[in-house]
C-alpha cells in the first residue's frame, strides 16, 4: 500500500501503528528513509513512546561498530537508508537471518525521493531484499509513504514490483500559508558575452534569513548545495554580528507602546537590511537610537546590499549528464541596484493545489522596501552578544551528535535560523516553523511543497519565499506563477529495466544467493538478456543450477546507487592517503579533473591528479579564491528512431542515440566577483554513452524562411537547446544535472536544422521520454522563459550556460524565439 498525502497529514501514524502492532506481537519492520536525519528523527519518536518490548535502532554510517552486532541480534524495528541495505545489509543477509524470519512489515518513506536513477537503483534494491526475505520464509507488507504523488500506486508499484493500493485522500487540518516568488535584482557585473549578471539566491537568502531572524521569526532556508548552505550561514550570522557589534551596550529609552525613529524616516518605521520590512505584528529585541553610517540611510546597521561580503554564482551547465551540481555562492549587488522583484501569491494550504490557480499579483517592488511599525518592550535584554549564535547551518557531514543537537536546538527555539541542504525537507519534525526560504527552484514541486510544508508544521500560518536563481527555470517560474499553482505534481520517472542498473544489481543478487529461473521474474522482462551479456563479459558464471558471483571482489561495487553505476574515482589526501569520498565514474572528467576546485564536508581541495586507470583523483588542501567549470564538445549520432510524430513543420522523434563527450578544459571564475580568470585546457579521454534522446528537426524550407528574416540558424537553435534543457525539469522529475543536448545547423543523421536532449546516464532514465510526451507544452514553456527575461541578447536566467563546450558562441535570443514560433504555431493549432 502506499500512503500519498501531503506534508503533516499524519502519514508517520498510519504507518507507525500497524508497524509499531507487528513489533508487540513478535515480529520485526524494517524502516527505509532516504537521510539519515529523517531516521534519527523517527527514532527519536519511537523511544518517545516509552514501549518496552519495542527495541529500535537506526543501523547506517553513524552507528558505532560496537552497537552494530546489538542491532543485528535484538532490534526488532530497524531505522535504515538504500545505501546500507544495498552495502550491508543484504549482502551480509546470514547474519540477519533471525529478523528476516520474522520480518512482517517494511516501511518506505519519503518514497516520491526514489526518483531518476537513483529511484531504478533503488527498486532493484528492493528487489532484491524481497528475495532474501523469500530464502528466510517471510512474505512482508510493504506500505510506502509519500507526499502528494501523480499517479502514486503506478510509482510505487514500478519501484516494488508489487501490486499496489493507494491512500490519497487528506482531511488533515493546516493553517494557510502565503507563497511569495522573489526575483534577485540583475547587477551592474557583466559575464561571458557581456551578459548582464543578476545577483545570486544565497546572497538573497542571507539577507532575508538575517531579517527574519531579527524579526523573531524562525526560519529554515533550503540551499542546493552543501557549500551554500555554509555560506549562507556564515553570511547572515557576519551580518548579525555587524548589528550586535553597533547595538551592545546601548541604551533603551521609551516605554513598551515606542516604537523606533530611524534617522530621516518616518517614527515608528524599521526597515532591515536590503531594504526588506518586518512583518507587522512582530515584536523584536530593542534596538539602538542612533543611526549606522554604514547602512543605508543611516537606518539600521545592517550591510546594505553594496556593501555585503559576497561570492559569485555561475549559472548551471546546459550539458549534463556525467556530472553533479556546481556549489551555490554569493554576488554582490553595486549601488543602486534595484533591491529585487517580489510576487506575492495568495494564501494557499502547504499541500499541492487542486484545480484552480491562485492568483498572484504582478511584481510589486514597493513592498519590499515599505516600513512596518514595530513595537519595542523595554523588558527586552540589551544583551546582543548572543545574536549571531541563532544562526547555524546544518548539511550532511557533520558528526551525528552534532546534527542532533542542531535539530533539537531548532525545535527549540534557541537557534532561530537554520541554512541548510535538503537533508531536512523530508519529514523531520521541526513543527513550529513560521517561514521557509528556498534558494533557488528545488528541483519538482513535489519537493516544493515539502519544503514549503516545513512551516506552519503546528497548523499555524506561515511563510514560503521561493528565491529564482539566475537559471532559465527558475525565470520562468518566477514570471509565470501559474505553472506553480493549480497543478498537480509531477510523475515520478524511474526505469528500473534499464539494462545499466539491472547489471549490477543481478550480480549482487547472485553474490548474496545464486540466481536461478525461478528468481528472473522479480527482476524483470529484461533480466534474461542482461544476464546474458554479464555472462560474456565473465561477471557472472552459468551453471546447471543457476548463475554463480564468482569474483573475489565485492559485487556490490558495482553499483553508485547515487550516481550513473559503474566503479567510482576514490578521492584521496595526497598528503595523507585519506580517502575523501568518491565520485561516480561518470562524473569523474567534470568534478575531479586535474586543476579542479573540490569541495568536501565544508573544505576545500584543488585536484592535483586525476588517474582515470587507478580510478583515484589526488587531492591537496588549498583555498583559492576561485571556482572551476568543466567545458566539453559533444557530439551525437541517431541509432534508431522508437517513436514519432509531426509536431507544427517538423517533426518530433524519440530513440536510442550514441553521445560522444570530451572535457578539453575548464573555467576558472573568481568567487567573489564572477570575473572569468581563464580557460585552462585539458586532456581527457572522449566518453561514450548509448543512451535515449528526444529530438525535433525543421523541414529545409522552414530554415531558408528564417535565414532570410537574418536569424542566425546555429545560434537560434543552440539558445532553444540551453533553454530547453533547463525546463525540462518542469515536465520530467528530473534536475538540469542529468540531461544534456546537441544542436546543429544540419546534422549528418537528420540532413536537417536538428536539436537534441538526452538522457546523461547509460541506457536512459526515463526523462527524454517524459519530454517526447509533454514536447508541446515543454517547448512553449521553453519559449515563453526566453521571451520573458529582461536581458537584451541573452544571459545566464535564459539562454547562456557556463559550461557550454561552445563558450556561449553561437547564441541568437530573437532567433530562438522565432524558431520555437514556427515549431509551435501549427501544433498549437492542431491542439
Given at each position: 500500500m502506499i500512503i500519498s498525502t501531503g506534508t503533516a497529514s499524519g502519514k508517520s501514524l498510519a504507518y507507525l501503528t500497524p508497524a509499531v502492532t507487528s513489533c508487540l506481537d513478535g515480529g520485526t519492520v524494517l524502516y527505509l528513509t532516504p537521510t539519515k536525519a529523517l531516521a534519527a528523527d523517527q527514532l527519536r519518536g519511537l523511544r518517545e513512546l516509552r514501549i518496552t518490548q519495542l527495541r529500535a535502532a537506526c543501523f547506517d554510517g553513524d552507528t558505532p561498530f560496537e552497537e552494530r552486532t546489538w542491532v543485528r541480534q535484538h532490534a526488532n524495528y530497524v531505522l535504515t537508508n538504500p545505501d546500507m541495505l544495498h552495502r550491508s545489509i543484504l549482502p551480509r543477509h546470514?547474519?540477519?537471518?533471525?529478523?528476516?524470519?520474522?520480518?512482517?512489515?517494511?516501511?518506505?518513506?519519503?518514497?516520491?525521493?526514489?526518483?531518476?536513477?537513483?529511484g531504478s537503483h533503488v527498486a532493484q534494491i528492493l528487489r532484491r531484499l524481497r528475495r532474501v526475505c523469500a530464502r528466510y520464509g517471510s512474505q512482508p507488507v510493504f506500505l510506502l509513504a509519500s507526499a502528494t504523488a501523480s499517479e502514486p500506486g503506478a510509482f510505487a508499484m514500478r519501484l516494488t514490483g508489487l501490486e499496489m493500493a493507494e491512500v490519497t485522500s487528506d482531511g488533515s487540518p493546516k493553517g494557510a500559508t502565503t507563497i511569495a516568488l522573489w526575483e534577485p535584482p540583475l547587477t551592474e557585473l557583466r559575464g561571458e558575452r557581456g551578459a548582464p549578471v543578476r545577483r545570486t539566491a544565497t546572497a538573497e537568502a542571507a539577507d532575508l534569513l538575517t531579517d527574519l531572524v531579527l524579526a523573531k521569526v524562525r526560519t529554515l532556508a533550503f540551499v542546493r548545495s552543501r557549500r551554500g548552505a555554509e555560506t549562507v550561514a556564515l553570511t547572515a550570522r557576519a551580518k548579525l554580528a555587524d548589528v550586535a557589534f553597533s547595538l551592545a551596550g546601548t541604551p533603551i529609552g521609551g516605554s513598551s507602546s515606542t516604537a523606533f525613529a530611524p534617522a530621516g524616516g518616518n517614527p515608528g518605521a524599521l526597515p532591515l537590511s536590503g531594504g526588506h520590512a518586518i512583518p507587522p505584528g512582530r515584536d523584536i529585541s530593542?534596538?539602538?537610537?542612533?543611526?549606522?553610517?554604514?547602512?543605508?540611510?543611516?537606518?539600521?546597521?545592517?550591510?546594505s546590499r553594496d556593501h555585503r561580503p559576497s561570492l559569485s554564482s555561475p549559472t548551471q551547465d546546459t550539458h549534463p549528464a556525467f556530472s553533479t551540481p556546481p556549489p551555490s555562492d554569493q554576488g554582490t549587488a553595486p549601488p543602486g541596484a534595484d533591491q529585487g522583484t517580489l510576487s506575492w501569491g495568495a494564501s494557499v494550504p502547504v499541500s499541492v493545489p487542486e484545480s484552480e490557480s491562485v492568483p498572484v499579483s504582478e511584481s510589486v517592488s514597493e513592498s519590499v522596501s515599505e516600513s512596518v511599525p514595530v513595537s519595542v518592550s523595554e523588558s527586552e535584554s540589551a544583551d546582543w552578544a548572543d545574536l549571531p549564535d541563532r544562526i547555524a547551518a546544518y548539511r550532511a557531514g557533520y558528526l551525528a551528535e552534532d546534527r542532533r543537537l542542531l535539530e533539537k536546538a531548532l525545535r527549540s527555539g534557541?537557534?532561530?535560523?537554520?541554512?541548510?541542504?535538503n537533508a531536512l525537507e523530508l519529514g523531520v519534525d521541526v513543527s513550529g516553523l513560521d517561514a521557509v526560504l528556498i534558494a533557488g527552484w528545488p528541483g519538482t514541486r513535489a519537493s516544493l511543497w515539502q519544503q514549503a510544508g516545513r512551516a506552519g508544521r503546528d497548523g499555524q500560518e506561515a511563510l514560503a519565499v521561493l528565491i529564482a536563481r539566475d537559471d532559465?527555470?527558475?525565470?520562468?517560474?518566477?514570471?509565470?506563477?501559474?505553472?506553480?499553482?493549480?497543478?498537480?505534481?509531477?510523475a515520478i520517472v524511474l526505469d528500473p529495466d534499464n539494462p545499466y542498473v539491472l547489471g549490477p544489481?543481478?550480480?549482487?543478487?547472485?553474490?548474496?544467493?545464486?540466481?536461478?529461473?525461478?528468481?528472473?521474474?522479480v527482476f524483470g522482462p529484461t533480466t534474461p538478456n542482461v544476464l546474458d551479456d554479464l555472462v560474456t563479459e565473465g561477471l557472472l558464471r552459468k551453471r546447471p543450477a543457476g548463475w554463480f558471483w564468482t569474483r573475489r571482489e565485492r559485487a556490490t561495487d558495482l553499483a553508485d546507487i547515487r550516481g550513473g553505476g559503474g566503479a567510482p574515482i576514490q578521492v584521496v589526501e595526497s598528503a595523507t592517503g585519506r580517502l575523501l569520498g568518491s565520485v561516480d565514474e561518470p562524473s569523474a572528467h567534470t568534478t575531479v579533473h586535474t586543476g579542479a576546485v573540490y569541495l568536501h564536508q565544508g573544505e576545500t581541495y584543488l585536484v592535483e591528479l586525476l588517474d582515470l586507470e587507478a580510478g583515484v583523483a589526488l587531492v591537496g588542501g588549498a583555498e583559492p579564491d576561485y571556482t572551476t567549470f568543466a567545458r566539453d564538445v559533444t557530439e551525437i549520432s541517431v541509432l534508431a528512431s522508437l517513436r514519432s510524430h509531426d509536431l507544427g513543420p517538423g517533426s518530433l522523434h524519440f530513440g536510442e542515440v550514441e553521445?560522444?563527450?570530451?572535457?578539453?578544459?575548464?573555467?576558472?571564475r573568481r568567487l567573489q566577483s564572477g570575473e572569468m580568470l581563464g580557460d585552462e585546457p585539458l586532456d581527457l579521454p572522449p566518453r561514450t554513452l548509448r543512451t535515449r534522446a528526444v529530438w525535433w528537426t525543421l523541414p529545409a524550407s522552414e530554415v531558408a524562411t528564417l535565414a532570410e528574416e537574418g536569424f542566425d540558424l546555429g545560434g537560434a537553435a543552440h539558445a532553444a537547446e540551453h533553454a530547453a534543457i533547463g525546463l525540462l525539469p518542469l515536465f520530467a522529475t528530473c534536475d538540469r544535472w542529468d540531461i544534456g543536448g546537441v544542436s546543429t545547423e544540419l546534422h549528418a543523421d537528420t540532413g536537417l536544422l536538428t536539436v537534441f536532449v538526452y538522457d546523461g546516464h547509460e541506457g536512459g532514465a526515463g526523462f527524454a521520454e517524459r519530454g517526447y510526451a509533454r514536447a508541446t507544452d515543454w517547448l512553449t514553456a521553453t519559449r515563453e522563459a526566453i521571451a520573458s527575461c529582461e536581458c537584451e541578447r541573452g544571459c545566464p536566467s535564459c539562454i547562456q550556460s557556463p559550461k557550454c563546450g561552445n563558450g556561449n558562441e553561437p547564441l541568437d535570443k530573437r532567433g530562438a524565439i522565432h524558431l520555437l514560433d514556427t515549431l509551435?504555431?501549427?501544433?498549437?493549432a492542431a491542439s
Open positions: 546470514a547474519q540477519w537471518s533471525s529478523f528476516f524470519r520474522r520480518l512482517r512489515m517494511v516501511v518506505v518513506d519519503e518514497c516520491h525521493g526514489y526518483r531518476g536513477v537513483f530593542p534596538l539602538p537610537s542612533a543611526p549606522h553610517p554604514g547602512s543605508p540611510d543611516h537606518d539600521v546597521p545592517m550591510a534557541s537557534i532561530m535560523g537554520l541554512a541548510t541542504t532559465p527555470l527558475d525565470t520562468y517560474l518566477v514570471h509565470h506563477p501559474q505553472a506553480l499553482f493549480g497543478q498537480p505534481v509531477e544489481h543481478l550480480c549482487a543478487a547472485a553474490a548474496e544467493i545464486p540466481l536461478t529461473d525461478a528468481d528472473l521474474p553521445v560522444t563527450r570530451q572535457v578539453v578544459s575548464y573555467l576558472k509551435l504555431r501549427s501544433a498549437s
